[in-house]
């Protein structure tokens, strides 16, 4: 009998309860990590795409990494929020397909697991600013790092749990579960995780098509099918989320991280970056400029 593992576990980057005005209003919000939130007072609005979702008292929500989004507050809002990095395995994340703001009703449990976080851990407000251009930084991520390997085992197990627990309730009976590649066919699996490891790497779809015994237009057909995207656009995705990673976490340069992602040239990484994220590289890496340097 084979056992099942986790696949997926959970950094702590921060958390906190906050209470909102109408000067919390951002646009082009994308963030390498994934946003949880519990409003437990006022209304705000989180739009993705061509969608608006509207955050209510007594609901849940979760931005997975790497979603475009804006955020915004017309009045007052009351809100719990957690940031946490993703870890996967095959470095496929649970909603690898799913760039959308997810809503759930939250339940007596879910609200004590956000006062349960804050509460074993003090130290992860954000006491400089709630613009994410203040506090997306790749040194504040490190001090982040620094603070979960001082935290003992026993609350870093917790608090582990506590992350496991409020991210499965999004992928419960009715919510959408494409992140979970146990729908898909074996050898699509095995490819998004070859994509995933190599995405330094040329990467074309005759050669991906190849590996997995398929015509190149059936395969870019079935990866639309199975992930809202063609094969091509599919890894572009990918890289220009690697790409977003390292601008925040590394000094490399835009040239350095467009060779380790995979481009052949800074020009068309430029071009792939704006069309995916809707900045260009250098406004995307300004954010995440030290606070000196702004």
């Excluded at 921060?14 to 909102?20: A, S």
């Excluded at 646009?27 to 608006?52: F, H, L």
């Excluded at 690697?242 to 835009?254: E, G, H, I, K, N």
Aim: one cysteine or more.
């Amino acid at each position: 009998m084979s056992r099942r593992i986790i696949k997926h576990s959970f950094a702590l980057l921060n958390v906190d309860y906050v209470r909102l005005d109408d000067k919390w209003n951002y646009k082009n919000v994308i963030s390498p990590y994934y946003r949880i939130y519990y409003i437990d007072e006022g209304e705000g609005y989180i739009s993705a795409g061509a969608e608006t979702c509207i955050l209510e008292p007594g609901f849940m929500y979760l931005i997975p990494s790497f979603t475009l989004c804006n955020l915004r507050c017309s009045g007052e809002l009351g809100q719990f929020f957690i940031h946490c990095f993703e870890d996967a395995v095959d470095g496929i994340s649970l909603f690898h397909n799913s760039r959308t703001v997810f809503k759930i009703r939250a339940g007596e449990m879910d609200i004590a697991n956000f006062k349960r976080a804050l509460a074993i851990n003090p130290f992860r407000k954000i006491n400089r600013s709630d613009n994410p251009r203040v506090y997306e930084k790749s040194i504040y991520y490190k001090e982040y790092e620094q603070l979960n390997n001082e935290q003992s085992y026993g609350l870093f197990l917790e608090t582990q749990g506590i992350l496991l627990q409020l991210i499965s309730k999004f992928l419960g009976p009715g919510q959408l579960q494409q992140g979970d590649t146990t729908w898909m066919p074996s050898k699509v699996a095995d490819l998004l995780g070859y994509i995933q490891l190599n995405l330094g790497q040329p990467l074309k779809v005759r050669q991906l098509a190849n590996m997995v015994n398929q015509h190149p237009d059936y395969l870019s057909r079935l990866f639309l099918k199975l992930t809202g995207e063609r094969l091509l656009s599919y890894v572009h995705t990918r890289r220009i989320e690697r790409a977003q990673y390292l601008m925040v976490t590394t000094d490399m340069s835009l040239s350095q991280i467009a060779e380790a992602t995979g481009f052949d040239n800074l020009p068309h990484f430029s071009k792939v970056f704006k069309k995916k994220t809707s900045l260009t590289p250098g406004k995307y890496r300004e954010q995440n400029l030290p606070a000196g340097l702004l």
